[in-house]
Every structure is written in C-alpha cells, then in structure tokens.
C-alpha cells in the first residue's frame, strides 16, 4: 500500500523520500482511490526548514501520478526534476 487515510478531517497521507517525511492531504486533494497507484491532485509544494537549521526553506514541490512521484525543478534536495515509484507504507 503506497497511501493510507489518516483521518475523515486530515484525508491521506504518504511517504516522501525527498523529505524523508509523509505529507497528507486537506479537503481540497482529490485522490483516486487506488491505493496501488495513487493519483492525488493539485501538486504538492512545501516549505520548511529542520529543526536548528537556518533560512532559506527547503522546497518539495511534487505531483502523485499513477504511483509515481514526480519532483519538479524548484524541489531542492536530491529527487528535484526526477521521477520515482512510491514506496510502500
């Protein structure tokens, strides 16, 4: 199972390897129920920073497609503008 339902309010969530952290989904992700080979839209952009780092924030910014993650360009760790499978939960 690539994707799992935290809750009816906080909606799914998945792991992400750029981040290595999960990102979950709000109300207004539409996500096609296979848990397989998930397709969640919008895409995905976050900002962070780690615990004790500094400024600039980190970017992950990601589409979910038939159980890919595809990074896109302004991502900034080491997946930017590559495609991968999901990994399972």
Do not use: A
Request: net charge positive; aromatic share 14%.
């Amino acid at each position: 199972m690539k994707i799992d339902k935290v809750n009816e309010e906080t909606g799914w969530y998945f792991f992400c390897p750029g981040c290595n952290t999960h990102h979950s989904t709000k109300k207004r992700w539409t996500f096609n129920g296979n848990l397989e080979f998930p397709t969640i839209t919008p895409s995905f952009h976050t900002r962070y920073t780690k615990t004790g780092e500094q400024l600039p924030y980190k970017v992950c910014h990601l589409f979910v497609t038939d159980g890919k993650i595809i990074y896109l360009n302004d991502s900034t760790h080491k997946f930017s503008g590559q495609t991968i499978e999901m990994v399972d939960l």
